[in-house]
């Protein structure tokens, strides 16, 4: 992994191959928009929430279990800034009207409903971050710093991918609470550890996410697709097959690795990384070369 080539914001980062890494032929860039932690001193000053339930809505850990991309030769962008602050898998345009002063109502819009705009109004299970309203400034501000160069930087990692090898695959890498599964249809007689959403079939092409099921149910994950999570607004922005772009999203269930009360690595945390680096490579190698392959 070559830390020293950076392309940081104060608000991301990015982890790139090592020369020699494979880099060269690898369509696959990995993303972790929800996983950042570093919380700015100005949320901390306008919630009514301490640090550790600020955290509820963080994929927490992620980019961690993912940090083998760069060794397979795939970049992984994630996020410093944490959810809380500004949601990355948001449209800039899904601004609250409960919580952004001066903006105005527009439409049936679910997520704003539930406070999970732009800028959240609300942690996990609803809980609310501040005890009045933010300027739209404070708003505009937070998508200046934090989303519009995450977003381009993506974009950036993408257009390389695509320009390497004709194609590119952007894997949303998030978790899901275990709460979020109770009611999920059991596979062979197990509940769902992976969700993979590809927008119903719109986000990739079939045979992508037939190999990226595969690779995680090769490895004993039980896998589930589109159902509860079919993939957000990164893996419908950026999904765009007829032009040679896919994106799949990947969900994991936070209580495979995660202490979810304390917000900290669980005790099988580095069993799940190690299971999770063989699927890492399988999904690297789905480069040009992977559609012969398929066509078998």
């Not at 940081?8 to 860039?29: M, Q, T, Y």
């Not at 930087?153 to 109770?182: F, K, N, V, W, Y």
Request: some cysteine; charged content about 25%; overall charge positive.
């Amino acid at each position: 992994m070559n830390t020293s080539d950076f392309a940081d914001s104060d608000r991301f980062r990015i982890l790139r191959p090592a020369p020699g890494a494979g880099g060269h032929s690898v369509a696959s860039v990995f993303s972790s928009p929800h996983s950042g932690r570093d919380y700015p001193e100005d949320l901390l000053r306008a919630s009514r929430l301490n640090a550790h339930d600020l955290r509820r809505s963080e994929d927490a850990f992620v980019e961690r279990l993912f940090d083998a991309a760069p060794d397979l030769g795939a970049p992984l962008i994630h996020a410093l800034a944490p959810r809380a602050y500004v949601d990355l898998n948001r449209g800039p345009e899904e601004m609250d009207p409960a919580l952004i002063a001066g903006v105005r109502a527009a439409g049936l819009n679910p997520r704003l409903a539930a406070g999970l705009g732009v800028i959240p109004r609300v942690v996990a299970e609803g809980v609310t971050i501040y005890n009045g309203k933010l300027t739209q400034e404070v708003a505009q501000d937070r998508l200046r710093r934090c989303y519009r160069p995450y977003h381009a930087a993506l974009q950036g990692l993408l257009d390389e991918a695509r320009a390497r090898t004709g194609r590119a695959l952007l894997i949303d890498c998030h978790s899901m609470p275990s709460d979020a599964l109770r009611a999920v249809p059991r596979i062979r007689g197990r509940r769902p550890e992976i969700i993979l959403g590809d927008r119903f079939g719109v986000s990739c092409a079939p045979w992508i996410m037939a190999e990226c099921e595969r690779a995680f149910s090769d490895v004993g994950f039980a896998v589930a697709r589109n159902s509860p999570f079919a993939g957000g607004y990164i893996t419908q922005k950026y999904g765009r097959p007829a032009r040679g772009v896919h994106a799949i999203q990947v969900e994991i269930d936070r209580a495979l690795y995660l202490d979810e009360a304390r917000v900290a690595p669980g005790p099988a945390f580095e069993a799940v990384r190690a299971a999770l680096r063989p699927v890492i490579a399988r999904l690297a190698a789905l480069g040009p070369d992977a559609t012969a392959l398929a066509a078998e």
